[in-house]
């Protein structure tokens, strides 16, 4: 079982905090730019770029570029 969402984040967003939790996730970046850090790895994604990483590993997502991207996030098992 797995759990989705569509994402938004304007220029300049942080999710400042970095997350766990036990599970797995997959990005996908439908728009624009997006720096996903995991762990003491930073992942620079644009458009129709992904990753995946083991949610487990202190992570979070933010908007270095110019515009808002909207990304997909993939989680399982499901975390909400």
Not at 8 to 26: F, L, P, Q, V, Y
Not at 59 to 65: E, L, Q, S, T, Y
Request: proline share 4%; glycine share 8%.
């Amino acid at each position: 079982m797995a759990g989705g969402r569509r994402l938004g984040c304007r220029r300049g967003c942080d999710s400042r905090a970095k997350r766990n939790r036990c599970s797995e996730e997959c990005v996908v970046v439908l728009s624009g730019r997006l720096t996903v850090e995991v762990g003491d790895q930073v992942h620079e994604l644009k458009t129709r770029d992904s990753c995946h990483f083991d949610s487990n590993i202190p992570h979070r997502f933010r908007n270095d570029g110019r515009t808002s991207a909207q990304f997909m996030v993939s989680v399982t098992p499901p975390s909400y």
